[in-house]
């Protein structure tokens, strides 16, 4: 099973600054890594796919980059809507697909 | 709009059963895979199964295979997690989500309680 390592653990930032996020694989992932975006009581939704395309209606602040094992979800000038919690998730080969921890983006 | 409603979450003592159910709308079920995910209170996503458009092939995380079953029916735009022999560690919000590659929609989910 693949395990993805996310850091920081929690991000503390104030609305404009810049935010980088890491998600690091076990093993090479090629581009096979999505980020996902969880607000409180919500439900997950999908940024990024293939490790830097954004999703239909996604800010262009919201960047992804890497490929192989590590990988960066960067967001430029955090808006207020943007504290969350962001999951990495691979669907590398055959399953099981797995999740980061989570990393928290808060105030 | 794409819709995924979940369903069917209760209380349920260790070693019960539930079965979960998800009625999509909004798109062209029969087209894609869907997938079950578990969330525990406060904590990260844990992917649980899939299920192929067709019904016809079917994949399961090691922690539940034997106990749990997905299934569909795709004359009723429903996808169904049918969970028997429950743990403590079971418990939590159940996501389906549909998948065209990634998990592009998500239902807000239903909680089950594995307690006694």
């Known amino acids: 099973e693949i395990v993805l390592t996310q850091s920081p653990a929690t991000l503390s930032l104030s609305p404009g600054e810049r935010a980088t996020l890491s998600c690091r694989a076990s093993q090479s992932v090629g581009t096979y890594l999505t980020w996902y975006q969880q607000r409180p009581g919500q439900a997950p939704r999908l940024l990024i796919s293939d490790a830097s395309n954004r999703a239909t209606g996604i800010p262009v602040r919201f960047n992804g980059s890497g490929s192989g094992t590590d990988f960066t979800l960067t967001i430029s000038d955090v808006e207020p809507e943007d504290f969350a919690v962001y999951f990495c998730?691979?669907?590398?080969?055959?399953?099981?697909?797995?999740f980061g921890q989570g990393t928290k983006v808060e105030v | 709009d794409v819709q995924l409603v979940e369903s069917g979450g209760v209380l349920v003592q260790p070693g019960g059963a539930l079965t979960l159910s998800c009625a999509a709308s909004?798109?062209?079920?029969?087209?894609?895979?869907m997938h079950w995910v578990r969330q525990a209170p406060g904590k990260g996503l844990v992917w649980v199964s899939r299920?192929?458009?067709?019904?016809?092939?079917?994949t399961y995380a090691d922690s539940v295979k034997g106990r749990f079953t997905i299934s569909r029916d795709n004359a009723k735009d429903t996808v169904y997690l049918q969970m028997n022999s429950l743990r403590a560690e079971d418990s939590g919000i159940y996501y389906c989500?549909?998948?065209?590659?990634?998990?592009?929609?998500w239902g807000q989910g239903t909680l089950v309680t594995v307690s006694s």
């Open positions: 998730q691979q669907r590398s080969n055959r399953p099981p697909w797995t």
């Open positions: 299920i192929h458009p067709y019904g016809n092939s079917t």
């Open positions: 909004g798109f062209l079920f029969s087209s894609y895979w």
């Open positions: 989500a549909r998948s065209s590659g990634d998990l592009d929609y």
